[in-house]
């Protein structure tokens, strides 16, 4: 098993940053690729970046260069940085990891909320 902790969320206005983090523990040497994905109000979770294992990252279009995903695997932790902030970018922000075994984790969620 796998757990996921995120953190970070909170207010921040149009324009401003957000740190994101998602601590993993549990069985972490079968992780593989670790994700950020975001739910708004109404609308479907939709995968915002993911980042494998090796540093391979790939981002939905409506983020790109304006959100960065990293991981640091000595510390189990992915972050998102959220520069550039918009009102769409209000939603939870679920942290999810896949095991090399199939295993798919989720964390509780962030509420991330921007101003405009």
């Known amino acids: 098993q796998v757990q996921l902790v995120e953190s970070g969320g909170g207010l921040a206005q149009a324009g401003g940053s957000l740190r994101l983090s998602c601590a993993a523990s549990?069985?972490?040497?079968?992780?593989?690729?670790m994700a950020w994905y975001r739910q708004a109000p109404g609308k479907q979770r939709e995968l915002v970046a993911h980042?494998?294992?090796?540093?391979?990252?790939r981002y939905a279009d409506s983020v790109k260069g304006r959100l960065t995903i990293s991981r640091d695997n000595a510390k189990n932790t992915v972050y998102l940085q959220m520069n550039s902030l918009k009102p769409e970018d209000t939603a939870v922000y679920y942290c999810?990891?896949?095991?090399?075994?199939?295993?798919?984790?989720w964390g509780q969620g962030t509420q991330v909320t921007i101003s405009s």
């Open positions: 999810n990891a896949l095991s090399v075994n199939g295993g798919n984790y």
């Open positions: 549990g069985i972490i040497f079968s992780i593989n690729t």
């Open positions: 980042i494998t294992r090796s540093g391979n990252t």
